[in-house]
């Protein structure tokens, strides 16, 4: 089991320019979630996804967040144009199973990708 | 929304010290995870605990859910330097797949 894979570990960029953050859930996880963390704010839910289908944005800060699912083995989330308040560590977890059901599936992290925007 | 507050924020103590981190909030939930987490990787997870009042241990680790499941505390037995990490706190709505995560506690053991 490869666990959820994230690229680019790191990414600098300047303000204004676009963002895109790939992520790869474990194979036959249906529940992919993005988050985001910072210091003064610590994990934040933008999105989930069910079967490829976003379930709930609310955490999406703006418009300039966007986030797709093209399919069961792949993510992204799009950040465009990029600002220097956008920096922070974002993480793709998936689950097997919803949280609400009967067996609690844990979520499995990836090791996040470090945005720094200039 | 909501919120799980976790105390303390920050926490460093001797090797072979007790410690306990809590995490309180006003809103039920319907189970509550610990996740700890080290530089440079994502969360992972600890134990769920889903019934009020229970208790599960993990080696020198102690877990208990609140009666009321709106609180959990996290108690570790003679801490050792590998102990090290950031603890969090994350509990599951009644509403449905929200995982919504406390601030975190940040122990470091010394040697």
């Known amino acids: 089991d490869a666990g959820v894979i994230q690229s680019p570990r790191h990414e600098v960029t300047e303000m204004g320019q676009e963002v895109t953050l790939r992520c790869k859930p474990i194979?036959?996880?249906?529940?992919l979630f993005w988050y985001r963390q910072t210091m003064m704010r610590g994990l934040e839910l933008l999105i989930y996804?069910?079967?490829?289908?976003?379930?709930?944005d609310s955490g999406m800060p703006e418009d300039r967040f966007s986030a797709k699912m093209p399919n069961a083995s792949f993510s992204t989330l799009k950040i465009q144009p990029s600002e220097p308040r956008d920096s922070a560590v974002y993480f793709c977890?998936?689950?097997?199973?919803?949280?609400?059901?009967?067996?609690?599936?844990?979520?499995?992290f990836g090791n996040g990708t470090r945005l720094t925007v200039t | 929304t909501q919120l799980l507050e976790q105390s303390p924020q920050f926490l460093s103590i001797q090797e072979g010290e007790n410690l306990t981190v809590y995490c309180n909030s006003s809103?039920?939930?319907?189970?509550l995870q610990w996740y700890r987490q080290e530089p440079g990787e994502g969360p992972v997870l600890l134990v769920t605990?889903?019934?009020?009042?229970e208790v599960k241990k993990l080696k020198r680790l102690t877990f208990q859910f609140g009666d009321a499941r709106k609180d959990s505390s996290l108690h570790i037995t003679a801490a050792q330097p590998g102990d090290t990490g950031l603890y969090l706190c994350?509990?599951?709505?009644?509403?449905?797949?929200?995982?919504?995560f406390g601030g975190g506690t940040r122990l470091m053991v010394k040697p």
């Open positions: 994350a509990g599951v709505g009644n509403a449905g797949n929200m995982l919504t």
């Open positions: 996804f069910n079967n490829n289908v976003p379930i709930d």
């Open positions: 809103s039920v939930f319907s189970s």
């Open positions: 194979s036959g996880h249906d529940y």
């Open positions: 977890a998936s689950s097997r199973t919803g949280l609400g059901s009967s067996y609690n599936s844990p979520l499995h």
């Open positions: 605990v889903v019934t009020g009042g």
